[in-house]
C-alpha cells in the first residue's frame, strides 16, 4: 500500500501548526492501517492541531483501536462508512463479507460511543450512489440518527475515479433531491438553510486543503487536480504560491457565486459541490450542475 512517509507528514503537521490551522482530517483508503498512525495523531494533538479521523470504522471494532482514536480526536470528530445496512447492497459495493463488514463497524461505533465519544461528534459518510439511492439511503440516514444519534454525510458520486468503471452508479438529479432532502429533515430539522448537494457547508468545503499521495495539493478530496505539489516545496509555500484556487478565495465574494446560486435563498451556508462542478464542466468554480434548486437544471424546482 502507498503512504506518505511519516516525515514528510510530520513536515506538513509542523507547517500546518506554523500557519494556525486548526485541524487535520485524516483520510484514506483508511488511516487507521497505518503503523504510525496514532503517534501522527497524537504529535498533530501535541502542536496544537485537532484531529478528524476518516475511517471504514471497520478497525474500531478492536477496543484499544476504539480508545486510542478517541483520545486522538478530543474536540475533533470521527467519521465512519457505512452505505448501507442491506448485506445484498453493501455487498455490490464492497469487497469482503458484507455482513461480517456491516457488523464490524457497527460495534466500532458502539466502542467509541462508550467510551465517550459524543455521537453529535461523528458522522457517518455515506457515497451516494444509483444503488443506494431510494428507500435505502434513507432508511440508513434515519438509523443513524434515530438510534446512534449520529449524521449523515452524503458524499455524491462524480465521473472520477471508481465511477469510471460504473458510470450507471451515477445518481441522477431526483436521486440526489430526494436523499438530501431526507438527510436536511432528519439531521437538520430546525435549520432552514439547506447544503443542497454538498456533503459539508461552504464554509468547510472552502476552509480544506487536501495533500494527496502524489504529494499534489488539492481543494478537496474528491478533486485529484492539483494545484500545487509538495514534492520539492514546502507546503506553506505550496498554499502561498496557490492559495486562491486551493480555498475557493474568488467563491467567498456573493458577486462571484455562479449561475444561480448568487440570488439563491441557501447561499449564505452553500455555493454547491466543487467536485461535480470541475468533473461535470470542467471549472471548479462553475454552477453545480445537479443542484436541484437550480431551475438551469431542474426546472419543476
Ligand atoms: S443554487 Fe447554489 S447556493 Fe442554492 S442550493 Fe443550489 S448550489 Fe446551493
Not at 470504522?57 to 465512519?80: H, Q, R, T, W, Y
Not at 474568488?250 to 470541475?278: I, K, M, Y
Request: some cysteine.
Amino acid at each position: 500500500m502507498k503512504e506518505l512517509p511519516s516525515q514528510q507528514i510530520i513536515d506538513i503537521l509542523d507547517c500546518a501548526a506554523k500557519m494556525e490551522v486548526k485541524a487535520i482530517d485524516w483520510l484514506g483508503g483508511d488511516p487507521l492501517l497505518r503503523s504510525d498512525w496514532f503517534e501522527l495523531m497524537q504529535y498533530a494533538m501535541d502542536n496544537g492541531l485537532k484531529n478528524n479521523l476518516w475511517t471504514s470504522g471497520i478497525p474500531l471494532e478492536n477496543i484499544e483501536v476504539a480508545k486510542k482514536a478517541v483520545e486522538v480526536s478530543e474536540g475533533g470528530f470521527i467519521s465512519v462508512h457505512l452505505d448501507s445496512l442491506d448485506e445484498g447492497i453493501y455487498g455490490k459495493l464492497h469487497t469482503g463479507d458484507p455482513g461480517k463488514k456491516i457488523r464490524s463497524i457497527l460495534k466500532g461505533i458502539g466502542n467509541v460511543q462508550a467510551l465517550g465519544k459524543e455521537p453529535q461528534n461523528m458522522i457517518n459518510c455515506i457515497t451516494f450512489t444509483k444503488l443506494v439511492a431510494g428507500d435505502d439511503v434513507k432508511k440508513t440516514t434515519r438509523y443513524f440518527f434515530e438510534k446512534l444519534g449520529m449524521r449523515t454525510c452524503l458524499t455524491q458520486m462524480c465521473k472520477t475515479g471508481f465511477a469510471g468503471e460504473h458510470t450507471d452508479w451515477i445518481p441522477v438529479i431526483q436521486d440526489i433531491k430526494e436523499a438530501c432532502e431526507v438527510r436536511d429533515e432528519v439531521n437538520y430539522a430546525t435549520s432552514q438553510l439547506s447544503m443542497s448537494t454538498m456533503d459539508a457547508n461552504k464554509f468547510y468545503c472552502g476552509g480544506v486543503i487536501c495533500v494527496t499521495i502524489d504529494d499534489d495539493l488539492t481543494p478537496c478530496s474528491v478533486i485529484r487536480k492539483g494545484f500545487g505539489n509538495i514534492y520539492d516545496t514546502s507546503f506553506e509555500q505550496a498554499v502561498e504560491d496557490h492559495k486562491n484556487e486551493l480555498l475557493l478565495t474568488d467563491l467567498r465574494d456573493p458577486a462571484n457565486l455562479p449561475g444561480n446560486c448568487g440570488v439563491c435563498e441557501h447561499n449564505s451556508v452553500c455555493w454547491g459541490c466543487r467536485a461535480t462542478a470541475f468533473y461535470e464542466n470542467g471549472d471548479i468554480l462553475a454552477a453545480d450542475p445537479r443542484c436541484w434548486r437550480n431551475p438551469d437544471n431542474y426546472p419543476n424546482c
